[in-house]
């Protein structure tokens, strides 16, 4: 989070995906940023969630898997749910910053 507000982001940060969709749908961030590894509901159902929301309330917006799952099949199962790129951790917060930079252009 730290880095990401001193790249100038606002961040809203949440313990669950529930919660997320919750300030998902009140917050209109420009990117999504998600652990896939979360109890009850994981990031792969919180992002196709997402997806059945209309594009008016964000159902299209750029999101990212960061996750520990660093093998390919993992890589294909975060796209095939509907996050645009998929981290691995630990990534450099450089390289978090780029990634987010690179998928809002």
């Not at 990401?4 to 969709?21: C, H, K």
């Not at 929301?53 to 294909?76: C, K, N, R, S, V």
């Amino acid at each position: 989070m730290f880095v990401l507000e001193q790249a100038g982001a606002t961040i809203r940060a949440v313990n669950s995906a529930g919660e997320a969709f919750a300030a998902f749908t009140q917050f209109n961030p420009a990117v999504l940023v998600s652990d896939v590894g979360m109890p009850d509901t994981d990031g792969y159902m919180l992002v196709r969630q997402i997806r059945e929301l209309p594009q008016e309330q964000g159902g299209q917006i750029p999101a990212i898997a960061l996750t520990a799952y660093a093998g390919d099949g993992d890589q294909q199962r975060a796209l095939q749910a509907g996050f645009q790129q998929h981290v691995t951790k630990s990534v450099e917060p450089e390289t978090l910053v780029n990634v987010i930079t690179r998928l809002l252009k």
